[in-house]
C-alpha cells in the first residue's frame, strides 16, 4: 500500500470531500448477517459514492494507491464477504436510481444500491413479476443480490438473481466502468462476463447498475402447508410433490427442530410439531385451484396438519414468518453458524438428519430448513457469539458439514457464497485444473488483487 492504512481516510477525503467519505469507520460498515457468529472486520476509510462515475473514480484512486477495497450492500450476507479485512469499505447504498422500467417491454435497468423489496414492489406496481426472492429483501440490495447470485424459496420455479440479469454496469480495475450485456434478452457474443460478475462476491468488479427482465405477474397464488411426523416421512411428502409433475413455484421444508422453535410465530396456532412441507403454486386462477387441490392430494397422506390459507393476509403472513424462521431459531443462544450446503434432492432426508448428528457431536443445538426442491438446506449450529469455545465448535461442525456436500455429490454453497467464512472450501468439489481457472480469472480482472481482498477463495 502506497498510502499508510493510518492516513487512507485523509488522503480520501482530500481527493473527494466530506460529501463521500466519512469520519471514522462506523462499526456497522465492519460486520454483515455473520455478526450473529461473532464476525467483524478492520477497515481505514468508508467511501460512500453517489453515481457509477464516482465509483470509478475511487476504484481508479484505490488502484493507483494500492488501496484494497471491500465492496458493499445492504450487509446481509451470510458469508462475510462485505466484512472488510483492511482498507477502504465502498458502500452502494447511494446509487438509488431507477434508470428506466419499461412495463411494456417487461424490463427495468436499476442502480446497485434500489433495495431488493423496492425492485420487486416497483415490478409489482406495474403488473410484472421480479421473482427472485431473498429472505432479506428489506435490507438487501440488488447489486449484493446480483453480486452473490442470491436465490430464496421460489427459485424452485423461476431460478436465481441471476438467471433474471440481461445485463451489467460495472467498474472493473484499474477504475473503468464497463458494460456488458444492456436491455437485450439475448447474447452470445462474447464469453459470458456478466455471468462472471454474478456471483462474484465484490472480488472482479464493483457493479453500478443492472438491467433485469421480468415476467408477467401471477394472476393468483396459494400455498400449502402439511406436518409430518419425522424427516423420512416429510421427505416422501417433497419427493410425492416433485415426482407427481406439478409445476409449482416453491418446495420448501423445515425440520422438527427449526418448527419447534419458530411455532409461536406461526400466523395460525400450531396444533403440534413436525417435519413442515411449504409449497407454493401460482398461476391463472383456474391453474391454481387445479394445482392447490393436487398438491393438497400429493402431501395428505400421512400428514398430522395441513393448512392452506386463502386470504392475501394471511398468505403474506405465512411468507413473513417463513423470512423471520432464521432470526427466530437464534433467540435461544443469541446466535448461529448457519451453512447454505447444497445435496441431490434424493440424498435430502441424509443431509437433514446428518446436520442434527453432526450437532451432537459437538455437543451444539442444530436444525436445518431450506429450500427442499433445490436440495439446498440452511443447516444451523445455535451458539452464543460472546462464547468462543461455541463459536469454535460450530466451525468445526461446519467443517463436517463441507465434506458431507462433497461425500454426497453436493455443493459447500448454494446461495450465500465463499465469502470469507468459508475459504479454502472450493477445494473440497473443484479439481486442481478447475481451481486454477479461477484463479486466473480473479487474476484476469484483479492483477493487483485489491478487490474484496481474501474473498471468495
Ligand atoms: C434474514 C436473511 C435471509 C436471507 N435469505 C436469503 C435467501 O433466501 N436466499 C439467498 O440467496 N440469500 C439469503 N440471504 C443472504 C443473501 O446473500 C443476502 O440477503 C443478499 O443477497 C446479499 O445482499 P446485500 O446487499 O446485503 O449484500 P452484502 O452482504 O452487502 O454483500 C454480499 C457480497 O456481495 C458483494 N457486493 C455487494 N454489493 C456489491 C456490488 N454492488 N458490487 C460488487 N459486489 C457487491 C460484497 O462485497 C459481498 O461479498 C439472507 C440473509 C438474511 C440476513
Redesign the pocket.
Known sequence: VSVAPASLEQELRARFGDELVLRGVPPLYLS??TEARGLHGNADAVVLPRTAEEVADVVAWCYEHGAPL??????????G??VPLEGVVLG?ER?KAVRSLDPELWRMEVE??VT?LDVRRRARESGLLFPP????AE???????????????H?FKYG??GDWVTGIE?VVAPGELVQVGGAIRKDVAGYDLASL?VG????L????SVWLRLTPAPEAVAPVVSLHDGTMSGCEALASVLGSGLPVAALEYLDPETVRRAADAFPVPLERGGFMVLVDVDGSTEEVARLRAEVHEAVSEGSLFLWAPESAAEIAALWRWR??V??AVQVERGGKVSE?IVVPFDRLGEAIEETLAIGARHDLPACSWG?AGDGNLHSTFLVDPGEPAQVARAEAASEELFDLAARLGGSVS????L?LVKGGQLRRQWAPAALALHDAIKAAFDPAGLL?PG??R
Do not use: C, Y
Not at 471491500?70 to 458469508?79: C, H, K, L, N, V
Not at 468488479?205 to 453500478?208: A, E, H, L, N, Q
Open positions: 454483515d448477517a471491500t465492496p458493499r450492500g445492504g450487509g446481509t450476507g451470510f458469508a464477504g462485505a452502494l446509487l446497485a444500491g431488493t426472492d431473498p429472505g432479506a435490507q438487501s440490495q440488488i447489486g449484493g443480490n446480483v453480486a452473490t447470485n442470491a436465490g430464496g424459496p427459485a436465481v438473481t460495472a460478475l462474484s462476491e465484490g472480488t468488479g464493483v457493479i453500478t423470512d423471520g432464521s432470526i447454505d429450500h448454494g446461495e450465500h457464497g465469502g474484496n474473498k471468495k
